[in-house]
């Protein structure tokens, strides 16, 4: 069960005006398990609030963002979903999930904190990578209604050579059943978040030790949840609301750090992105940003400027209401 209406609202490490609460869920077979809601209020007259969501081996520290959409009239929260970010506890395996309806609990509460405690009668989601993945199903299966939906560089398929999402998938689904953690073996680079780090080749502060280098370890019940998320979106949702799926321009897989690293998705194939994001619903926008990164609103300067116009363009055409509003 999720926290009642005393959970207490502290001062995030981001600093101010960001608070962060949080909120305890039913135990599984780890342990405790909780999750983090950060906070930070609208500049000026309300006109609503956003709910986001963050990716896999990531968790909330894009103030860039929510600043923007809080200089915009809208109350910002990011969810750091259990076993992520501010969410990791001692006992648990990071980002361990073996089905991603377990998150439904606290996008739950965090929908109630927001909706009904806050009083914010329109509320946006917003979701990267993984998050974009969980989000449209969770709303296909609750029903909320949102006044949009933006998607950054969503997780909509598995990239790589076609038989990993044939052959490769009936494997690990039956392996993910039978020994959910088994890790799945992997290279990781480390270039993506090196590109992004201040002490590294970037310029963005956050935390290693939530956002490590070298990311955290798949194992085959996570990614046999992935799968199946997978499939329930190429079968068709209805998210019911307009959606804007922002993604670069191109994808490459680079080997040293580079021109290439900084400009393109070098985590996801985003010609499976734009190829099924009409499967969200009926009304879908998809813009690609020539120089973006994997996660857009981390872009170098240049391409960030442009998500923000598009961002910009998008909102105002479909999102927000004529008059300021509570």
Same mark, same amino acid.
């Given at each position: 069960?999720?926290?009642?209406?005393?959970?207490?609202?502290?001062?995030?490490?981001?600093?101010?005006?960001?608070?962060?609460?949080?909120?305890?869920?039913?135990?599984?077979?780890?342990?405790?398990?909780?999750?983090?809601?950060?906070?930070?209020?609208?500049?000026?007259?309300?006109?609503?609030?956003?709910?986001?969501?963050?990716?896999?081996?990531?968790?909330?520290?894009?103030?860039?963002?929510?600043?923007?959409?809080?200089?915009?009239?809208?109350?910002?929260?990011?969810?750091?979903?259990?076993?992520?970010?501010?969410?990791?506890?001692?006992?648990?395996?990071?980002?361990?999930?073996?089905?991603?309806?377990?998150?439904?609990?606290?996008?739950?509460?965090?929908?109630?904190?927001?909706?009904?405690?806050?009083?914010?009668?329109?509320?946006?989601?917003?979701?990267?990578?993984?998050? &974009?993945? =969980? #989000?449209?199903?969770? +709303?296909?299966? @609750? *029903?909320?209604?949102?006044?949009?939906?933006?998607?950054? $560089?969503?997780?909509?398929?598995?990239?790589?050579?076609?038989?990993?999402?044939?052959? &490769?998938? =009936? #494997?690990?689904?039956? +392996?993910?059943? @039978? *020994?959910?953690?088994?890790?799945?073996?992997?290279?990781? $680079?480390?270039?993506?978040?090196?590109?992004?780090?201040?002490?590294?080749?970037?310029?963005?502060?956050?935390?290693?030790?939530?956002?490590?280098?070298?990311?955290?370890?798949?194992?085959?019940?996570?990614?046999?949840?992935?799968?199946?998320?997978?499939?329930?979106?190429?079968?068709?949702?209805?998210?019911?609301?307009?959606?804007?799926?922002?993604?670069?321009?191109?994808?490459?897989?680079?080997?040293?750090?580079?021109?290439?690293?900084?400009?393109?998705?070098?985590?996801?194939?985003?010609?499976?992105?734009?190829?099924?994001?009409?499967?969200?619903?009926?009304?879908?926008?998809?813009?690609?940003?020539?120089?973006?990164?994997?996660?857009?609103?981390?872009?170098?300067?240049?391409?960030?400027?442009?998500?923000?116009?598009?961002?910009?363009?998008?909102?105002?055409?479909?999102?927000?209401?004529?008059?300021?509003?509570?």
């Amino acid at each position: 069960m999720a926290n009642d209406e005393t959970g207490e609202r502290l001062e995030d490490v981001l600093g101010a005006p960001y608070t962060v609460e949080t909120i305890d869920l039913d135990p599984d077979d780890e342990g405790e398990v909780v999750a983090h809601l950060v906070s930070r209020p609208a500049v000026g007259p309300t006109r609503g609030a956003v709910l986001h969501l963050h990716g896999f081996a990531d968790y909330f520290f894009q103030t860039e963002y929510a600043d923007w959409w809080a200089g915009r009239g809208y109350a910002f929260y990011a969810l750091d979903l259990r076993k992520y970010g501010r969410s990791i506890l001692e006992h648990q395996t990071p980002n361990y999930v073996t089905d991603l309806r377990e998150y439904f609990a606290e996008i739950d509460e965090a929908w109630r904190l927001i909706t009904e405690r806050d009083g914010h009668r329109r509320v946006v989601g917003s979701a990267h990578s993984t998050g &974009g993945l =969980t #989000l449209p199903l969770w +709303v296909n299966d @609750r *029903r909320r209604e949102l006044a949009g939906m933006v998607l950054n $560089s969503p997780w909509f398929d598995m990239q790589g050579a076609w038989w990993v999402r044939s052959v &490769g998938t =009936t #494997l690990v689904k039956e +392996v993910g059943r @039978r *020994r959910p953690k088994r890790v799945i073996p992997r290279t990781v $680079s480390g270039l993506y978040t090196r590109s992004l780090h201040h002490e590294h080749e970037g310029e963005f502060s956050f935390n290693l030790d939530w956002k490590p280098v070298e990311s955290w370890p798949v194992y085959a019940g996570w990614l046999r949840a992935i799968r199946q998320g997978h499939a329930e979106l190429h079968g068709g949702l209805e998210v019911g609301c307009p959606a804007l799926v922002l993604s670069s321009a191109r994808s490459t897989w680079p080997s040293a750090m580079g021109d290439d690293v900084h400009r393109h998705d070098i985590v996801l194939d985003v010609e499976q992105i734009r190829r099924w994001a009409p499967a969200l619903g009926r009304h879908v926008t998809s813009i690609a940003v020539e120089g973006a990164r994997h996660d857009v609103t981390l872009s170098l300067p240049d391409a960030r400027a442009t998500v923000y116009r598009e961002l910009g363009t998008w909102v105002t055409a479909y999102v927000d209401p004529a008059p300021a509003a509570g």
